[in-house]
């Protein structure tokens, strides 16, 4: 028998067009012989949508989607109903990503893959998760919290240019600033309060930007990636280079020698557990004289040109199979 597969997209995050790229990546690669797909959309007021796969493309899920309830394991429109065996989440930023939707999930009771509420909500906040690293003896770069009616000169006393200003719950680079001087910052913040009102002031790190991908299974076992290395071609892997230029590169391997591969490797797994994380997550470093963890990314892009899927394939598990890792791990959390 199928199992019933609902794939949630969209969301009122500034990411949701990266959403809906890695829906129609994920749902094309889903197994017809095994599933049955029901793509959820989330409307920017929070309506929950059932929609026909190739809305999505089109871009008219919204006009032609069945409004719909989920509730005791089920989603429920007008004309329809489904029991839901397990949710893959591909949705990224606020609302979503950071354990809400997880909650509201737990409370339909439908199985979801990926790390449950708690371990969602640390890793959005960029604050939260480096203290959490630092607390199990991992690198994190030196940063300040900045709020709206903080005095920067007393916060950034300790921090020399260059230096990132990024929103602390935020994800795709969306709202960060490299500034190489204080005449930047008035720039840098009011870029980054668009998108939060927690703002993170970070030292530069000079290292090249390595990712690793983790995967668990049901099993408890634990797959990690060989790293690999963005060269974003620009000051820095914002939004622009992820997703709208042709001036990234990638190197799979990455290019660093196989004592730091095993260094970055390791960090990765711990800094897995040291978080909570189940089923997948994403982990960033900076690498150079010395390995710093950037960032851990719960619900990863899985986009055509998003590097987890990428990484896993490199280990030789290919998306399709992948996607039946994961939805083996989903489970009401």
């Not at 929950?48 to 796969?53: E, K, P």
């Not at 204080?182 to 998108?195: H, S």
């Not at 590169?249 to 897995?272: L, N, S």
Request: charged share 25%; glycine share 8%.
């Amino acid at each position: 028998m199928k199992k019933s597969i609902a794939v949630f997209f969209g969301g009122s995050s500034n990411e949701r067009e990266v959403s809906l790229l890695s829906a129609i990546s994920i749902i094309e690669h889903l197994d017809s012989t095994k599933y049955t797909v029901y793509p959820i959309g989330i409307t920017e007021n929070n309506r929950f949508l059932l929609c026909q796969s190739d809305t999505l493309r089109g871009g008219c899920w919204e006009r032609e989607g069945e409004e719909c309830l989920l509730f005791g394991g089920y989603a429920v429109g007008e004309r329809f109903e489904a029991y839901i065996d397990a949710a893959i989440l591909a949705i990224h930023g606020q609302n979503c990503e950071d354990g809400k939707l997880q909650g509201f999930l737990y409370y339909s009771q439908i199985p979801y893959v990926g790390c449950g509420c708690e371990a969602s909500a640390v890793c959005m906040d960029k604050e939260l998760t480096k203290l959490v690293l630092a607390n199990a003896s991992l690198p994190v770069a030196r940063h300040v919290v900045i709020k709206a009616d903080d005095s920067l000169q007393k916060k950034l006393k300790n921090l020399e240019y260059p230096i990132f200003i990024k929103p602390a719950r935020s994800g795709s680079s969306v709202g960060v600033s490299r500034i190489d001087s204080e005449n930047e910052l008035d720039g840098a913040l009011e870029r980054a309060f668009l998108t939060d009102k927690k703002i993170l002031a970070e030292e530069y790190i000079e290292g090249k930007e390595i990712e690793v991908a983790v995967l668990k299974s049901k099993d408890g076992r634990m797959i990690v990636s060989e790293p690999a290395e963005i060269d974003s071609g620009a000051k820095f892997y914002d939004y622009s280079a992820k997703y709208e230029s042709n001036s990234s590169r990638h190197y799979i391997p990455a290019r660093i020698d196989g004592a730091k591969t095993a260094a970055v490797r390791e960090m990765a797994r711990r800094a897995f557990e040291a978080l909570e994380c189940e089923g997948l997550a994403r982990i960033d470093f900076f690498v150079g004289d010395k390995i710093i963890i950037n960032e851990v990314n719960t619900l990863p892009g899985f986009t055509d040109i998003s590097m987890y899927p990428r990484l896993m394939d490199f280990s030789g598990i290919d998306f399709s199979l992948l996607l039946d890792i994961l939805i083996e791990t989903a489970r009401i959390k």
